[in-house]
């Protein structure tokens, strides 16, 4: 052949270029290798692996009986990734008007169309982290798992799930500020302040290897710490006291458009709050637990105070109850001042009792001024002595300081006593006032008011608060009784009487002060209608205390602004509710009224054979449709009782209402929920209306009577 | 044993080289395919195990085959499947299944297998390149005679890839050269065919700048190559972990199976399985592969040099040279000297059907191989006469 060298020739100058090619190659190798080599395998270390946080799981707070107050639940964000590599644009548009009509069904909140047009969008912009929705819940996690196209998952999909904790308080409202928050960027506020050490755990470390995108894997399992859970803190708080607290105190400052106001009411014996509500207007009229009156609040109280003035007096020997004194007609003069009483006329010559009674100012004014007028310092040492002065040093932060004026103070005055008995030129709050007289119905025995009875984990004690004795006797035994008695007459025919009750003895004082708050001065509103602080502390039962309770309600814009009347009537409320419930005050009347009018006696629904058997031994005729159904529904008429069937699907919640306790948690618990009881009798509502999908482990609550 | 060696025929150096790039693909492909795994089969490997060690094992099969034949049918051959593949590219680029926006695949319909036709394409138009240049070898001076009847077939094949896969026409383009240039087409002739692919790619250039969206590869391409060598972009990210994968293998490389890169690389089973080299086996590991196809190049030309007939050498020419050069383009993509490309490592990459056709041109490699040995063999013991 002519060419047949050349050919050989070009072959091998073709393999000589190729032979470069590989050169260069190998040779890009050894400069990555070597002379880039130690970036990129830097780059390498960071971006394959990593220590990641493991989040602990944040302790629950619980009411004392178990209830839910706050916990942590899962919320998830769901976002897609509308070009993802799988999805074509057959399969994007191929979907798009089911998966859009598929959103639109669970978040309706937008149109079908515009489900459609943000999905649209977002994929001729290529954005790959488009969010979906932000904090839904895991039922709703689960149908958008099964929605047309982001059922195929991560990468076919493009459907992307990322789990957050979210701190839920199952009662919303319910001594919201109490119970507080903890979240970052802000100031934590209350209990989950409080104890946000031992609620929060301690979050772990986790060596992982990224396998794509950001999706992490253990490496192993040495290299970990493992997060440690946070506690459960069981609160002292009463699920129902504080329901009917919060509901008491938002009807009465409904009523009177009230500014704010709070309840506290707490066990005398161990000083353990059962229930603190705070409630503040909110602009547009409604009411909301926005910041804890009850603990932070420090103002003047008024009336109650001469509680602490009269047992000063008694301490000192200085006056009896049947001492007669002479509150005159009303007015009295102290130096520039004129002080009032609120009857007109006056009450003139009345017993010490009576005095307190019906809450006159000249009597306790003149009592104290006379007495410790020439060494006041000895009476503000009294009250130093019961521990007025001091903060309560309870956990939750933003406790008010009280404020009880030292005779030694520049601005102490002439008029400063007088005024300091009935309640002005000092401060103290709502707890602080409670906490006195607290004391007052424990025997003189002061304890530090207490929100948290145990901290738990795991169902195991980790530790149990004790009660905390501030002062184990802030008065003599006598003083003390004497000022119960006091107490007691203030209901009994003092400014309380609209408080007695047939059943059980109140015994408390009204308040009633005019406000010299900073923010609204002594007016309030328009500038003409005065501002009141309308209080009621006190306990029951009288005789034997139980729980202490104080109201009060701040800025009364009515003319009612007496403390009987805007305070009072929410203490009865709560008091009345406490005694018709705590068996160990008042035993429980089991009520009976069956309502049968036909001579057979009435039967709940249940299991058919047992129904059969009971029955035929009663010689009671049965009519029954038919006999495959397990359970059946009672009919009872004149002369027999007709079964009808009560069939279900399996997984279906079934019907219990009708029924009897021990058959429907029977059925619900192999359903596999978990039945909470109310009340006693038959069952007349179930929370979980029939025919529903049962979640495993969910929660069904029945109500019976 | 003996009997098995006696049934394979050709050259046994590139039987070996066959052989280790088989085992090669297997150890590699099971280590790579850990992140794909995961997505479709809940991780389980061992499905694409099974599946890729058919397709070896049946690929060798075919080379076997393949080798049995004698090359001269495959110059009738070529001029059947040359006429075949310009539908079939049609119909591809107008019906094919499009995956990452290309449409370069075509379901086989009874055995439900997709093939991407442009790797018979290629196939058939070198087989038929070969035929076509020896016949005109007389006339091959003259541009009408020769030259222009040479370049059709080119210009309609990648004219036919070219919308769907750049890297591929170019591929098949430029190795249509180099054939050119070894079967002796004139030097003034190829500078000619030059500018007319240059100016076709010009062409579409500019009509992906001018219309953008309306292809999406062109989008693709215009980005990948105005991005190449410049800052951050998704193809530099594909870059930035296959040279963590090389610069972290070192000299011996982390050992089998011990890929992390694996699971940053978006193909680390096909386009990128030269990091896994690099990473698994080091430089000694990528030294060796490299060595390996230059071993089979080398062995190819030599046979080119031998075979006194034409097509023969111009067959085995062509198909090794565009074998050969895939794999330095697929390596050069993974050390970053070529822009990303789709180029998968020929019988090593995972890949069907691909691996079958890769068999195929190794197959006829070693036909023409086989019929040398007979050829020296009759020489030898004096039946020359028969054969002529």
């Known amino acids: 052949?002519?060419?047949?060298?050349?050919?050989?020739?070009?072959?091998?100058?073709?393999?000589?270029?190729?032979?470069?090619?590989?050169?260069?190659?190998?040779?890009?190798?050894?400069?990555?290798?070597?002379?880039?080599?130690?970036?990129?395998?830097?780059?390498?270390?960071?971006?394959?692996?990593?220590?990641?946080?493991?989040?602990?799981?944040?302790?629950?707070?619980?009411?004392?009986?178990?209830?839910?107050?706050?916990?942590?639940?899962?919320?998830?964000?769901?976002?897609?990734?509308?070009?993802?590599?799988?999805?074509?644009?057959?399969?994007?548009?191929?979907?798009?008007?089911?998966?859009?009509?598929?959103?639109?069904?669970?978040?309706?909140?937008?149109?079908?169309?515009?489900?459609?047009?943000?999905?649209?969008?977002?994929?001729?912009?290529?954005?790959?982290?488009?969010?979906?929705?932000?904090?839904?819940n895991y039922t709703q996690l689960k149908?958008?798992?099964?929605?047309?196209?982001?059922?195929?998952?991560?990468?076919?999909?493009?459907?992307?799930?990322?789990?957050?904790?979210?701190?839920?308080?199952?009662?919303?409202?319910?001594?919201?500020?109490?119970?507080?928050?903890?979240?970052?960027?802000?100031?934590?506020?209350?209990?989950?302040?409080?104890?946000?050490?031992?609620?929060?755990?301690?979050?772990?470390?986790?060596?992982?290897?990224?396998?794509?995108?950001?999706?992490?894997?253990?490496?192993?399992?040495?290299?970990?710490?493992?997060?440690?859970?946070?506690?459960?803190?069981?609160?002292?708080?009463?699920?129902?006291?504080?329901?009917?607290?919060?509901?008491?105190?938002?009807?009465?400052?409904?009523?009177?458009?009230?500014?704010?106001?709070?309840?506290?009411?707490?066990?005398?014996?161990?000083?353990?709050?059962?229930?603190?509500?705070?409630?503040?207007?909110?602009?547009?009229?409604?009411y909301y637990e926005s910041y804890n009156y009850a603990i932070g609040e420090s103002t003047e109280p008024g009336s109650t105070i001469k509680l602490a003035s009269y047992l000063a007096a008694f301490e000192d020997d200085i006056i009896d109850l049947e001492d007669s004194v002479d509150a005159g007609n009303g007015k009295y003069q102290f130096y520039d001042k004129v002080m009032l009483d609120s009857k007109p006329g006056g009450h003139g010559k009345i017993t010490v009792e009576q005095a307190f009674a019906y809450s006159s100012n000249i009597a306790v004014a003149r009592i104290i001024n006379e007495n410790y007028g020439r060494n006041p310092q000895k009476f503000v040492d009294r009250w130093y002595s019961m521990g007025l002065n001091n903060v309560l040093g309870i956990e939750i932060a933003g406790e008010g300081k009280p404020f009880i004026k030292s005779a030694n103070d520049s601005t102490w005055s002439g008029i400063t006593l007088p005024w300091m008995s009935h309640g002005y030129e000092l401060r103290q709050t709502p707890l602080q006032i409670l906490t006195f007289y607290n004391a007052v119905a424990n025997g003189g025995k002061m304890v530090k008011p207490q929100f948290v009875k145990e901290i738990r984990k795991d169902g195991h004690t980790v530790r149990a608060v004790e009660t905390k004795v501030l002062n184990p006797s802030i008065a003599s035994r006598e003083s003390i009784s004497k000022a119960r008695k006091m107490l007691e007459a203030v209901v009994e025919y003092g400014t309380a009487s609209n408080l007695r009750h047939a059943d059980y003895r109140i015994a408390g004082k009204t308040g009633t002060a005019q406000i010299a708050n900073k923010d609204y001065g002594y007016y309030h509103g328009e500038g003409l209608v005065r501002s009141y602080q309308a209080s009621f502390c006190g306990y029951f039962p009288a005789e034997n205390p139980k729980y202490s309770c104080i109201v009060v309600v701040n800025a009364p814009s009515n003319q009612v602004y007496y403390g009987n009347l805007v305070a009072g009537p929410i203490f009865k409320e709560i008091a009345d509710k406490v005694y018709s419930t705590r068996v160990e005050i008042q035993p429980e009347m089991v009520a009976s009224a069956p309502e049968s009018r036909t001579p057979i006696p009435v039967s709940k629904n249940g299991y058919r054979r047992d129904l059969q058997d009971i029955f035929d031994f009663l010689s009671i005729p049965i009519e029954a449709r038919s006999y495959d159904a397990d359970w059946v529904a009672t009919a009872t008429g004149m002369e027999k009782v007709e079964l009808k069937d009560a069939n279900w699907e399996e997984n279906l919640v079934p019907n219990v209402v009708g029924m009897d306790a021990m058959d429907a948690v029977y059925l619900l618990e192999n359903q596999g929920l978990v039945v909470r009881l109310k009340g006693r009798g038959t069952i007349k509502n179930q929370s979980i209306s029939a025919g529903r999908r049962v979640l495993w482990g969910e929660e069904i609550v029945l109500e019976l009577s | 044993m003996e009997t098995l060696y006696k049934h394979i025929k050709g050259d046994k150096a590139i039987w070996l080289v066959v052989l280790f790039l088989a085992i090669a693909s297997t150890l590699l492909v099971y280590s790579s395919i850990v992140t794909l795994a995961y997505r479709h089969h809940g991780g389980n490997t061992f499905f694409y195990l099974l599946r890729h060690g058919f397709f070896v094992f049946a690929g060798v099969g075919i080379i076997y085959l393949v080798h049995r034949m004698k090359y001269t049918y495959f110059s009738r051959l070529a001029q059947l499947a040359l006429y075949a593949s310009g539908p079939l590219l049609l119909i591809t680029l107008?019906?094919?299944?499009?995956?990452?926006?290309?449409?370069?695949?075509?379901?086989?319909?009874?055995?439900?297998?997709?093939?991407?036709?442009?790797?018979?394409?290629?196939?058939?138009?070198?087989?038929?390149?070969?035929?076509?240049?020896?016949?005109?070898?007389?006339?091959?001076?003259?541009?009408?005679?020769?030259?222009?009847?040479?370049?059709?077939?080119?210009?309609?094949?990648?004219?036919?890839?070219?919308?769907?896969?750049?890297?591929?026409?170019?591929?098949?383009?430029?190795?249509?050269?180099?054939?050119?240039?070894?079967?002796?087409?004139?030097?003034?002739?190829?500078?000619?065919?030059?500018?007319?692919?240059?100016?076709?790619?010009?062409?579409?250039?500019?009509?992906?700048?001018?219309?953008?969206?309306?292809?999406?590869r062109l989008d693709t391409w215009i980005s990948r190559i105005e991005n190449f060598g410049e800052g951050d972009s998704k193809g530099n990210y594909q870059i930035e972990q296959s040279k963590i994968a090389a610069a972290t293998g070192g000299f011996t490389g982390k050992g089998p199976g011990n890929s992390t890169q694996r699971h940053f690389l978006p193909h680390p089973y096909s386009d990128f399985i030269f990091a896994i080299v690099l990473e698994e086996y080091g430089l000694i590991g990528g030294l060796g592969m490299l060595l390996l196809y230059l071993i089979l190049f080398f062995r190819c030309v030599k046979i080119v040099n031998t075979c006194p007939k034409h097509f023969?050498?111009?067959?085995?020419?062509?198909?090794?040279?565009?074998?050969?050069?895939?794999?330095?383009?697929?390596?050069?993509?993974?050390?970053?000297?070529?822009?990303?490309?789709?180029?998968?490592?020929?019988?090593?990459?995972?890949?069907?059907?691909?691996?079958?056709?890769?068999?195929?041109?190794?197959?006829?490699?070693?036909?023409?191989?086989?019929?040398?040995?007979?050829?020296?063999?009759?020489?030898?013991?004096?039946?020359?006469?028969?054969v002529t």
């Open chain 1, 1 to 136: 052949m002519e060419n047949e060298k050349s050919i050989s020739k070009r072959t091998y100058f073709v393999y000589f270029l190729m032979c470069l090619f590989a050169v260069s190659i190998i040779g890009k190798v050894g400069i990555l290798q070597f002379v880039e080599g130690e970036t990129y395998r830097e780059k390498a270390q960071k971006s394959t692996m990593d220590y990641r946080d493991i989040e602990a799981v944040r302790g629950n707070i619980y009411a004392a009986d178990g209830s839910l107050l706050a916990t942590s639940i899962p919320r998830y964000e769901v976002r897609f990734d509308p070009v993802a590599e799988s999805i074509t644009e057959e399969i994007f548009y191929g979907l798009l008007d089911s998966l859009a009509l598929s959103l639109n069904g669970l978040f309706p909140d937008k149109s079908a169309q515009q489900w459609k047009g943000e999905l649209e969008n977002a994929r001729v912009d290529s954005a790959r982290y488009h969010l979906i929705r932000r904090r839904i």
């Open chain 1, 143 to 286: 149908q958008i798992k099964q929605f047309p196209l982001f059922r195929k998952g991560r990468f076919k999909g493009g459907f992307m799930v990322i789990q957050e904790n979210h701190r839920d308080r199952p009662f919303d409202l319910l001594a919201a500020r109490t119970i507080g928050y903890d979240r970052t960027n802000s100031q934590p506020v209350g209990l989950e302040g409080a104890y946000r050490k031992e609620l929060s755990g301690v979050s772990g470390k986790r060596l992982m290897q990224r396998l794509s995108g950001n999706v992490w894997k253990p490496i192993s399992d040495e290299n970990e710490i493992e997060p440690e859970d946070g506690c459960d803190l069981v609160t002292t708080i009463d699920l129902n006291i504080q329901d009917v607290a919060e509901q008491a105190l938002l009807d009465q400052l409904e009523r009177h458009k009230a500014e704010h106001g709070c309840v506290v009411l707490m066990e005398v014996a161990t000083g353990e709050v059962r229930a603190i509500a705070n409630l503040k207007r909110q602009e547009e009229g409604s």
């Open chain 2, 94 to 216: 107008l019906f094919g299944v499009t995956i990452n926006g290309a449409a370069r695949w075509l379901n086989i319909p009874i055995i439900n297998q997709t093939f991407q036709t442009s790797d018979f394409a290629k196939l058939a138009l070198m087989m038929f390149l070969a035929r076509r240049i020896s016949q005109k070898q007389p006339v091959i001076n003259d541009w009408t005679k020769s030259t222009v009847q040479i370049i059709l077939p080119i210009v309609m094949v990648c004219g036919l890839i070219l919308p769907a896969d750049l890297s591929t026409s170019a591929l098949v383009f430029f190795s249509s050269l180099v054939l050119m240039f070894v079967g002796g087409v004139p030097k003034k002739h190829l500078l000619a065919l030059i500018g007319i692919g240059i100016i076709s790619l010009t062409l579409v250039y500019g009509v992906g700048k001018a219309f953008p969206g309306s292809f999406d």
């Open chain 2, 312 to 386: 023969g050498a111009l067959l085995v020419f062509g198909i090794s040279f565009m074998l050969v050069l895939q794999a330095f383009i697929n390596m050069g993509v993974a050390v970053d000297i070529l822009p990303v490309t789709g180029q998968p490592l020929p019988l090593v990459s995972m890949g069907g059907t691909s691996i079958w056709f890769t068999c195929i041109s190794m197959g006829i490699i070693l036909s023409v191989s086989r019929s040398l040995e007979l050829e020296t063999e009759n020489v030898k013991s004096g039946k020359n006469n028969v």
